[in-house]
């Protein structure tokens, strides 16, 4: 349920979540409005210097980039193929736009150093840290605990799902393309729903039962150390220092 | 003492009468078992008295006091202590230590107070070391004894537990049985476990088409 990278000692793990989300959104936004490939790259040592800092858990946490770069590497390749300009260059029937390849280049640099940030600052917290940081960060109480019940229970409905899958299975079940499968899907959505709905009821209860009035209390908080701070002041300096070049 | 006292209570579903003129009550050191088997309405009336299930008819008393708005409910059920059948209802908070503390923070306990009581309570159940655990990766074993801790923080006068040795192993079982042997509280078991009511000499009463007997 917890992501592997989130357990670790080096320096990002031991950063306050409330800050690594902040930093992250500030970052992301600075990089997302970077308008060509030169100011894009200006980024490129902070997300360099978070790898260093990353160390030995550097492939394991730029391994789902793989998954994302396969959709990004399909767009760039598009833009090659399609983006018009009067710079291109034929091989027979095709024709490769050198400006395509340029934009497509650079909504790449741009979507990693966004997901490598994401990475290396978020996925180093269990994601229950980062709801409880988004608490502390005033994010609305209901979507809080929306996101952190969902986050708590979505194993247990897929639990349930793979229960049920086995169940008509071993009652012989195989998927076709036929009424019968689509019928049963249903039976398996509808059985899924009354079961989530009946295990939320139960787990109200047991709330109410342990005095729930509606505001869901947290026991453990986070506490800025002189590590936080001075991380938020280099990393502010470096991001004012890009933004101001920049302009 | 009394704590708890049933009157008359009766619950019903549809057509179907789930409860009909339940009286019973719980006094200070007192320790009884609901007994029936399956549907014969043990859940509905521990679910009844917790405010759960609206009645048709009768009363429910705490201290000698009739509960019968949702506040009386809510003094009711942090008097109460009430284990649920299946654990995994009852944990939901991502940590073990977060969960101990659930019931406390809401009462508004500080932090002193309710640090004092995780304590006590892990070491008086001997799972300090579950402490910083995820309550999703507990055994089932494990989860039925922090659903007992969360519900001890609390400092209930009196606990409600709806089949407690459902699914545990000998060890487990053994635990269970040296708790309730030994806790000082007034405890309503509710169960159909044949070996759990054995090892216990406790006062029985019988669920049977609604009703229950002391027998």
């Keep these: 349920m917890e992501n592997r990278l989130s357990q670790g000692r080096t320096l990002l793990h031991k950063i306050d979540p409330r800050i690594k989300i902040l930093i992250f959104l500030l970052f ?19 997300v360099a210097i978070l790898l260093m800092v990353t160390g030995k858990n550097v492939l394991k946490a730029l391994k789902p980039l793989l998954f994302a770069n396969t959709f990004l590497i399909f767009i760039v390749l598009s833009m090659v193929f399609t983006y018009k300009s009067t710079n291109m260059i034929h091989f027979g029937f095709l024709s490769l736009s050198m400006d395509g390849l340029k934009y497509g280049l650079f909504l790449f640099l741009k979507s990693n150093e966004i997901l490598i940030l994401m990475l290396l600052l978020l996925s180093t917290s269990s994601v229950f840290s980062i709801f409880h940081a988004l608490h502390h960060l005033k994010l609305p109480d209901k979507l809080t605990q929306m996101l952190f019940f969902t986050y708590r229970y979505i194993h247990t409905i897929k639990d349930e799902y793979d229960t ?5 299975k071993c009652r012989g079940f195989k998927p076709k393309t036929s009424i019968f499968t689509y019928k049963t899907f249903a039976y398996i959505l509808g059985n899924l729903l009354l079961r989530s709905y009946r295990k939320a009821d139960r787990v109200y209860k047991a709330m109410l039962c342990r005095g729930f009035r509606g505001t869901f209390p947290v026991y453990t908080h986070f ?23 920049r302009f | 003492m009394e704590i708890l006292k049933v009157e008359n209570l009766s619950v019903k579903i549809g057509n179907r009468y789930i409860l009909r003129e339940v009286n019973f009550s719980l006094s200070d050191g007192e320790k009884i078992f609901i007994v029936g088997p399956n549907g014969a309405g043990k859940t509905t ?3 009844t008295i917790m405010g759960f299930v609206k009645p048709e008819s009768g009363s429910i008393y705490l201290f000698g006091k009739k509960v019968h708005t949702e506040n009386d409910f809510y003094k009711l059920r942090t008097t109460i202590g009430y284990i649920f059948q299946n654990p ?8 073990v230590e977060e ?19 995780i304590e006590t309570v892990l070491k008086n159940l001997g799972i300090e070391h ?22 001890l923080t609390m400092e209930p006068k009196c606990l409600v537990m709806d089949e407690p040795s459902t699914g545990l192993d000998g060890e487990k079982f053994s635990y269970l049985v040296s708790f309730l042997q030994n806790t000082d509280k007034p405890t309503i078991v509710v169960t159909h476990d044949r070996e759990l009511i054995a090892e216990l000499n406790w006062q029985i009463y019988r669920m049977e088409n609604g009703q229950l007997i002391k027998s």
């Design chain 2, 99 to 117: 969960e101990l503390a659930f019931g406390p923070l809401n009462l508004g306990l500080n932090r002193k107070e309710i640090e004092k009581r």
């Design chain 1, 223 to 245: 506490s800025l150390s002189i590590r936080d701070i001075i991380f938020v002041v280099l990393s502010t300096m470096f991001f004012l220092a890009v933004e101001l070049w």
């Design chain 2, 45 to 47: 009336l521990i679910e």
């Design chain 1, 164 to 168: 049920m899958m086995k169940a008509v």
């Design chain 2, 88 to 95: 995994d209802d009852q944990l939901f908070s991502p940590t």
């Design chain 2, 130 to 151: 579950l402490r910083k655990r995820y309550t999703h990766q507990l055994s089932g074993g494990e989860k039925r004894i922090v659903s007992i801790a969360s519900v």
């Design chain 1, 28 to 46: 992301a936004w600075g990089i997302a409005l970077t308008s060509d490939f030169k100011e894009a790259l200006l980024f490129t040592p902070f």
